[in-house]
Structure formats: structure tokens, C-alpha cells
């Protein structure tokens, strides 16, 4: 239901009004705008969503399981000036990295992780008229590490930042027999 009421009691009369309803907008992922709200993502992929009213914060939670250099890209809507901010854990005292590029320009950022911490990344408009029906997208990259066996020189393991493991197997002769992959997340 819509109502419309006059600011006060004199406010009324036989006059017509207009009431306009704008689009409405699909937000992917809202509520998102606290750190207790924030959106579970994974590294390597690409997400896509809005800021769409004035002052709109997107919060998103990645948890590496590996140390080592992340970054993560934001690609705003051509019109819009949105900026990325990294916090570690959910305190905005804990800011880790940012960018704030114009409008039409990727920011990208690009931080060390630590193992099993948390970091959030915020998405926000620069100014308050930087949000709109125009989607950005935000994209994790993926934080490989490779371990090697010190004797032998050979490949032990590589593990992902979302946790995912291979591990490879020798026999004396120094030949490959097997390469089992443990799922992370």
C-alpha cells in the first residue's frame, strides 16, 4: 500500500497531486552494508551488484587460508565514481589498503593476507549522487602457493587461498603416481 499524507492538517484539498515511482532496483546482495552483514566471497571469482540509493556501503568477507599478495578489482558503472576500501577484521580501525579512482577507471588493490584472517572489502560511492540502476563488479584473485619436497626439488602441494589442496605423490624412482585434490570451502 502507498499513502500520501500532507506535511500538516492544511495541507489538503481537492487539487490533484502526481506521485511518481521510480525503477526498482535488484540488489543482489542486500543487506550488506555492516561488517555482521557482510557477503561471504570466494577467490577467483567475479561478483556483480549496485549501489542503489545515496550513501549505499557494500560489504563483502573473504578469509584466506594461505599468506601471500591478494588483489581484488573494481570495476565501476562509466558514469559513477565508486572507491574500494579493505579493512582486516570487521573494525574501520583496521584499514588495510584502498582505492579511489574517477569515474570510468578500474581500482584495483592489492594487499599481503594473512593466514585464517579475516578481511572485508567495502564498495561506496565517493560522493552522495554516486549510485544508480548500473552494476559494478568486483573481482578476487586467486592466491596460489607451491610447496616443494627440500631433498628432492620435487612439487609436494599447492594450496589455494580458498583452502583447496593437491598434494602429489612419488615413488623412489622420483616418478608421479598419484595427485589426490582435497576441496576447500
Avoid at 18 to 42: H, M
Avoid at 57 to 67: C, H, P
Avoid at 69 to 78: D, E, K, Q
Amino acid at each position: 500500500y502507498i499513502v500520501v499524507y500532507g506535511a500538516n492538517a492544511t495541507e489538503f484539498g481537492p487539487d490533484p497531486y502526481t506521485l511518481s515511482l521510480g525503477r526498482i532496483l535488484l540488489d543482489t546482495n542486500e543487506p550488506n552494508g555492516t561488517f555482521e552483514q557482510a557477503v561471504p566471497v570466494k577467490p577467483g571469482k567475479v561478483y556483480e551488484s549496485y549501489i542503489s540509493i545515496s550513501n549505499d556501503k557494500d560489504v563483502y568477507l573473504f578469509t584466506s587460508k594461505v599468506e601471500g599478495n591478494f588483489t581484488v578489482t573494481l570495476t565501476s558503472p562509466s558514469e559513477k565514481n565508486y572507491d574500494i576500501d579493505v579493512f582486516e577484521t570487521a573494525s574501520w580501525s583496521k584499514w588495510v589498503a584502498g582505492s579511489y579512482n574517477l569515474s570510468g577507471q578500474k581500482d584495483k588493490v592489492s594487499f599481503n593476507v594473512k593466514r585464517n584472517t579475516q578481511y572485508f572489502i567495502v564498495i561506496s560511492g565517493k560522493e552522495a549522487v554516486d549510485f544508480g540502476p548500473d552494476s559494478y563488479t568486483l573481482s578476487f584473485g586467486n592466491l596460489v602457493k607451491y610447496y616443494y619436497d627440500p631433498v628432492t626439488n620435487r612439487l609436494k602441494s599447492i594450496q589455494d587461498a580458498s583452502g583447496r589442496e593437491i598434494h602429489y605423490y612419488y615413488d623412489n624412482n622420483g616418478n608421479l603416481t598419484n595427485v589426490e585434490t582435497i576441496e576447500g570451502e
